[in-house]
């Protein structure tokens, strides 16, 4: 007798080996996977047990474009969520597909150079409600490769807005959908962690749902990509974009201190923060050497934010940040930037499932035991057990339990994996500015 599906996710959650699966048929589980019966995490189990190929087992059913449909979200897997394009028309480049939890602050996490390599779903269903302004711009350009939503953006409604979010988008070049819905999306990617994906919104309507499934299915995932140096500034600048008045208690934002900061993607507020709490910032490119960053002899290095696998931004960051530590200059490191200091100390990074994007992270800082709620956006973390001897921990997710800061005393120098500068996101990590202008002076 056929065993029930029921039945087999009964033995799949009990983790029995998928070897007692023997004897389902195929047909019959095409049946229950178009039936939506299967969560995604139980498919490479069942898939072995049938010899059922990815493409036998998710291809999309119907090539029908459904009435209303201009853009289609296309997971590797082949499962296809339509909707309405907005934006700049075209096909986005195979991407990772991640969800943020934040409420606002779209725009900040839209030109968050982090992004780079992937598509972004939004879990709150209204985005776009107070239209787009130059002065939110956390870079001068979109990285993320698309856009996902539920509601239809409407017209904007803030004073502030000088663009809405479709014409925006569409001048940033990046396609966005709407009518998603972004609660199955994100239900999706916490089974499946985060999938490859290809948005779609094709300027003659059509779409190759096949070919499209297969490219995103053919991209081999941001693990082992070095992309900092893609969106990294190429000559050295000095920072002149101004201060964040926020309610951090400096007394005063005179440059006071000399910085360099290594631009692997940083986000601008960033960059506003440090020269917030005393620092004159020289940006330089993320390929930059030890001795392309000590010639400009600063009080301090600050490691920047970015996207991308930070093991392979490792290969020359790594060489760079031991070259100025042996120098003895304190340095502060903020997402990637803190994933490559634990690097440079001997630590390893792994990819998360899932990552955290987004503005309601709490965090423990160890050090104080103080809880801070954080803005996140990062898919890779340090592994705590890797860090060697003198390498304190010193933040920690209240999510996970995984690793959020590091310090080592001796070398005068700290990282968090999250966001002290939010934008978007709460202020309540803005502390950690202090804490580095402190070291140095
Ligand atoms: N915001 C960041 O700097 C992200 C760091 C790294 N690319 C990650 O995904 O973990």
Known sequence: MQTSIDEILRRLGG???AATLTGVSPEA?????????????????IMTATGLTMEDFSAPSSSEVPPGATAALVLADGSVFWGRGF??????????????????????????????????????????????????????????????????????????????LGAWLAKMGIPGIAGVDTR???????????????????????????????QAAAWGGLEGLDLAKEVSCTQSYEWTGGTWSWEHGFASPEPRFNVVAVDFGAKRNILRSLASAGCKVTVVPAQSTAEDILRHKPDG???????????????????????????????????LGHQLLSTALGGKTYKLERGHRGANQPVKDLTTGKVEITSQNHGFAVDEKSLPAGVEVTHVS??????????????????????????????????????????LG
């Open 15 to 17: 983790n029995e080996a």
């Open 29 to 45: 589980v095409r049946k229950w996977r178009s039936a939506g019966a299967i969560p995604p995490r139980h498919w490479p189990a």
């Open 87 to 164: 934006g700049a028309h075209g096909i986005s480049q195979p991407s990772e597909l991640c969800f943020n939890t934040g409420l606002t602050g779209y725009q900040e996490t839209l030109t968050d150079p982090s992004y780079a390599g992937q598509i972004i779903t939004f879990t709150f269903p209204h985005i776009g409600n107070v239209g787009t302004n130059a002065e939110d711009e956390e870079a001068s350009r979109i990285f993320a490769r698309g856009l996902v939503v539920k509601e239809d953006f409407t017209a904007p409604s803030n004073y502030r807005s000088t663009a809405d």
């Open 184 to 214: 199955a999306l994100t239900l999706r990617i916490r089974d499946l962690g985060a999938p490859n994906a290809v948005l779609a919104f094709p300027e003659d309507g059509k779409f190759d749902l096949k070919a499209l499934a297969a």
């Open 301 to 335: 290095v600050f490691l920047s934010n970015g996207p991308g696998d930070p093991a392979a931004t490792a290969t020359y960051a790594v060489p760079a940040i031991q070259g100025v530590m042996a120098a003895g200059v304190p340095i502060f490191g903020i997402c």
């Open 398 to 439: 209240l999510f996970d339990g995984s690793n959020e800061g590091i310090a080592c005393k001796a070398k005068r120098v700290f990282s968090v994996q999250y966001h002290p500068e939010a934008s978007p996101g709460p202020s309540d990590s803005a502390y950690l500015f202090k804490r580095f202008v402190d070291m």
